[in-house]
């Protein structure tokens, strides 16, 4: 009992032997271990998605939204002072200030070339705004705005993804909790096999107690098995399900959300942890459900 | 070895043992007798650990059986050779594999090279690779008997050990017993071969218990 762990060691193949195999419920259960790493390698890819959704558009929203203020020249300056004065007094913004000419002929050089006479241009001046934590009112800001500076027009194109940022949020929980079910769905599975194992073999199990075996020495018979097969099923599994995230389409490099489902770098390393992890929830469903059994026998 | 203090035993029925009291001294040699459904077979499972009795103590190498673990019963077991009544083999397993099981359980494989040995002296030298549901009743129950003394254990529990045999092959493991006895076990038989016990009496000091009206008594000499 020190190591629980010892048990899966190869070195006692006779416990196996004793135990008669079982060919119908070792079946099911490789396939039920197989079937539930493919659905849990998506949940993963699913989820690990989202994630990076989620940060992507969170980070873009903590950019900055632009004031576009087109006047006429003689009235240019007052209405960017208004706005400025507007923002100022506007909650929900952190800090706004006027782009300087150098910054704007910065902005369009790479369009236009270095020689664009910017100052004989009608070019509009340009209020980079920084959103504050708590965010502002988009639509109350645009309506105070149109009255102050009528030349002036808010371009907060970031925003819409807001909500966007929140579902990919979602999105990425409901996939972790996904592969919560998914496990607890297999210890089940197991569970139940385990127990069809064990009834089948009532007799078996008796002789053994007889004949002076231990519960923890019959336990293994079954614990190994089990355990073995939910390896091998779930190895099985994650890596069919894996070669289908790898082949899947990547058409759209600009981040389309269901071409961006798989898995990236070091995260392709993360579905190897399956096959192991339901390698551990065969062990301690099998074991619980053996020594329940035994329980009930002298 | 072995002791019964008082004990009395029910399924859930009416009481089936009562004012039970005996005590296996070692290398002392018994007979347990009694019209079928006595409860010959409830004794013999009370002194291995199968059953706890429904009141008094049996005590089993100085242990009651009540304060040992399942652990305990196991390691009990080891020193307690049983041949059940109905043999209870591994049926997918060969004839050598299941006399043997008492070591692979206990995880001393390495000695199953007395196995040979110990099939040759009960007669089945040729039949070790044989599946149990493809031997005579007397083949089993010799096996039977190989399995419970593999382990060199103090006690013999045997229950209906000539049950299937003809009077040749019965007279021949009542030797097997003997030899056994001699050897310094205890021995302790369940049957209602009264010729049987007559033969065992010629050759060894046996004194038989005698389950009447839910009681176990001493029978004289009117055998
Ligand atoms: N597991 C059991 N549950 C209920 N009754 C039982 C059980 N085993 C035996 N009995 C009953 O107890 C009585 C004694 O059985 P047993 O000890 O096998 O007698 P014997 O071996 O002397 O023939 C019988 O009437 C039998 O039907
Ligand atoms: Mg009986």
């Given at each position: 009992m020190q190591n629980p762990f010892a048990m899966l060691m190869p070195s006692d193949r006779h416990s196996d032997r004793v135990v008669p195999p079982s060919g119908f419920t070792a079946q099911l259960t490789l396939f039920s271990a197989a079937a539930m790493a493919f659905l849990a390698v998506f949940a993963l890819a699913l989820s690990l998605a989202s994630g990076r959704l989620a940060d992507r558009w969170q980070d873009a929203l903590d950019g900055t939204a632009t004031i576009r203020i087109s006047a006429p020249p003689e009235q240019m300056e007052t209405q960017v002072a208004a706005v400025l004065a507007l923002l100022s007094t506007?909650?929900?913004?952190a800090s706004s200030r006027a782009l300087s000419a150098e910054e704007q002929r910065a902005l369009l050089e790479p369009w236009f070339?270095?020689?664009?006479?910017v100052d004989a241009l009608p070019l509009p001046r340009l209020i980079e705004v920084t959103e504050g934590p708590e965010g502002y009112d988009g639509e109350g800001l645009r309506q105070r705005l149109t009255a102050e500076a009528p030349g002036a027009v808010l371009d907060?194109?970031?925003?819409?993804r807001r909500p966007l940022a929140l579902a990919a949020d979602r999105l990425r929980l409901l996939g972790l909790l996904s592969l919560v079910l998914i496990a607890g769905t297999m210890g089940a599975m197991i569970t139940l096999a385990a127990n069809a194992a064990l009834s089948a073999n009532l007799q078996v199990i008796r002789v053994l107690r007889l004949v002076g075996a231990k519960d923890s020495y019959i336990a293994r018979a079954f614990v190994r098995r089990f355990t073995l097969r939910a390896l091998s099923g779930a190895a099985i599994g994650t890596v069919v399900a894996m070669l289908g995230v790898a082949l899947?389409?990547?058409?759209?490099?600009?981040?389309?959300f269901l071409t961006g489902l798989g898995f990236q770098g070091v995260g392709w390393l993360l579905p190897l942890i399956l096959p192991p992890l339901a390698a551990i929830v065969a062990f301690a469903a099998t074991r619980f459900a053996a020594f329940r059994t035994l329980r009930g026998l002298t | 070895m072995i002791a019964f203090d008082n004990v009395a035993y029910n399924y859930g029925g009416g009481e089936l043992l009562s004012e039970v009291s005996l005590r296996l001294a070692p290398g002392s040699f018994h007979f347990l007798t009694g019209p079928s459904g006595a409860g010959k077979t409830t004794l013999l499972k009370l002194a291995y650990a199968e059953l706890k009795p429904t009141s008094g103590r049996v005590t089993i190498f100085d242990r009651e059986v009540r304060s040992l673990s399942r652990d305990d019963i196991a390691m009990t077991r080891r020193r307690i050779g049983v041949v059940h009544q109905d043999c209870q083999?591994?049926?997918?397993?060969p004839l050598a594999a299941n006399v043997s099981l008492p070591l692979t359980v206990a995880g001393r494989t390495g000695e199953a090279r007395d196995l040979t040995d110990l099939l040759g002296w009960v007669g089945l030298?040729?039949?070790?690779?044989?599946?149990?549901?493809?031997?005579s009743g007397g083949e089993r129950q010799r096996a039977a008997l190989a399995r419970a003394i593999i382990m060199g254990p103090d006690v013999l529990l045997a229950d209906e050990p000539t049950g299937n045999l003809d009077w040749e092959l019965s007279l021949r493991l009542l030797s097997l017993l003997v030899e056994l006895n001699r050897m310094g076990k205890t021995i302790l038989i369940a049957t209602h071969d009264l010729n049987l016990i007559r033969q065992a009496k010629a050759q060894v000091a046996a004194r038989v218990l005698r389950i009447k009206n839910r009681r176990v008594q001493l029978a004289g000499a009117d055998l």
């Open positions: 506007t909650p929900g913004i070339g270095p020689d664009l006479p907060d194109h970031t925003r819409w899947l389409p990547r058409a759209d490099e600009a981040g389309g | 083999f591994l049926d997918h397993l030298g040729a039949l070790g690779d044989a599946l149990p549901p493809q031997l």
